[in-house]
């Protein structure tokens, strides 16, 4: 699984991006969808690359470190 957040705009994509946020889900800018990584989502994935961050699900955004505070 993994989560797919839209991070930037739509305007002035190509229909077929916009389609394929649609697909996903992915309406709003900031939205998170969580997807199982299939062969169909890996390519919608791919034709929003530079619109989307795609992070695995359950692993936290920035490497998983967590707080740095925690290590105290």
């Not at 998170?32 to 699900?57: D, F, K, M, N, Q």
């Amino acid at each position: 699984m993994v989560r797919i957040t839209l991070r930037r705009s739509l305007i002035g994509t190509k229909p077929e991006q916009r389609a394929a946020a649609a697909t996903l889900g992915l309406r709003r800018l900031g939205q998170s969808v969580v997807r199982p990584l299939r062969p169909e989502v890996e390519g919608l994935i791919r034709r929003l690359a530079h619109l989307v961050e795609v992070t695995p699900e359950g692993q936290l955004p920035g490497g998983g470190k967590g707080d740095a505070t925690a290590d105290r």
